[in-house]
């Protein structure tokens, strides 16, 4: 399976963002890590090989950048500032890296995925910018950021919390993405997945809600869904 490292400079966040991408054609799936997982979390883990089949037939080709959940949700900081420092990564994604392979098929849009806490990064950047994505695969996710911001609310934080703006989102684009969220009886993230699939249903936003057997929130479970959902493409 062909593999690449390469370094992206972006100017919105002023350093360069690691990144693994494994394949070199097909529809582009982004992996958004854990919560303080890393550009090759998702090939340690086992993510990458369990959908060998489909990056080496072309089918997809997987991107899985860093992130900078370190100096953001999870750093010392003000939460405005962490929020703030979110929006930059958002604005890198969207302005400087998807331009650079929504393109590599016909459709210009985009699959996201997002394990555990990856879960919302990939939740929030898909349903901020439906317009580039086409496929949301949530595996173990939860939806709200409110217990990062200490009690801080203002509007970067409402549109920054899927759970809050699914409400009012008013795109089109969000009808026609084809989303699932994956969760399992002993998840630890169930109940913010039958939460908010009970919102996206009161919008009448498809979805699967794809609640698996007695397996906990951990790598085995995601290794099951992955190549499942990547085979919806």
Known sequence: MHETYTEFYSHHLGHHVKMLTFGTRGYPVVIFPTTLGSYFEAKDRGMIESVRWFVERGFIQVFCPDSINDASWYANIHPRHRLERHIQYDKF?????????????????????????????????????????????NLSGA????????GYYDDNAYFNNPSDFIEGANDPHLWDMK??????????????????SEKLRRRGINHWLDVRGDIEHDWPLWREMFPHYVSLI
């Open 143 to 150: 939806f709200d950021i409110k217990p990062f911001l200490r």
């Open 179 to 196: 989303i699932v969220l994956g969760t399992s009886n002993w998840d630890i993230c169930l109940d913010a997945n039958l939460k908010f």
């Open 93 to 137: 994604l969207y302005h400087e890296f998807v331009p650079q392979i929504r393109w590599n098929t016909g459709s210009g849009r985009i699959a996201c995925a997002g394990i555990s806490f990856g879960g919302y990064s990939a939740t929030n950047f898909a349903f901020r910018h439906p317009d580039v994505v086409s496929h949301l695969f």
